[in-house]
């Protein structure tokens, strides 16, 4: 004997809706999300701006061993109005965000409107000088020993910044 089960209650037309209105719901919201998200203003938390130094650091370090390879002066250049660090010794360069601060010191020699750069030279010393980057309260310092060529990235507490 086969026995036929039956709802308890019958179908109604509006079975369902809850869930029509809960899936359009959702891809409203995702299509307003899609179109918010991209224009907020991410800016880079510590570690991103960490990640920057690190990278300017990179193409001094590479600049400074070109050198002294070469046998030739290298200028690492800071482009500030342009916001980058561009690679004497290779087409290589690192862009900052509008959002970070950058302060450059350098020798006289290689100052040129609207930024400047850092001399390597062949027998393993440098012009000298320090790029720092900072965002509200937190930075970085990289900073080139004229006598060595040595790249140091430190932190730079908020007080010595402002």
């Known amino acids: 004997m086969h026995r036929i089960y039956r709802a308890s209650r019958p179908f109604r ?8 209105e809960m899936v359009v719901a959702l891809a409203i919201f ?54 980058i660090a561009i690679s004497g010794s290779r087409s290589h360069a690192v862009r900052v965000p509008d959002t970070v601060a950058i302060d450059l010191v350098q020798s006289e020699a290689e100052v040129v409107p609207g930024g400047g750069g ?31 060529a040595a790249v140091d990235v430190s932190p730079v507490a908020a007080v010595a910044m402002q």
Do not use: C
Not at 13 to 20: E, S, W
Not at 45 to 55: N, R, S, T
């Open 13 to 20: 037309p509006d079975d369902g809706f809850a869930l029509i």
């Open 30 to 83: 995702g299509l307003v999300a899609s179109l918010v998200l991209p224009r907020v203003d991410r800016d880079p938390g510590p570690a991103a701006l960490e990640a920057k130094a690190y990278e300017i650091a990179a193409i001094f370090r590479d600049d400074r061993n070109a050198a002294m390879l070469g046998r030739r002066e290298i200028v690492s250049q800071i482009d500030l109005d342009r916001r």
């Open 118 to 148: 850092i001399r390597f030279y062949p027998d393993g010393q440098a012009s000298g000088g320090a790029v720092t980057l900072h965002r509200g309260t937190y930075g970085y310092r990289i900073s080139v020993n004229w006598l060595t």
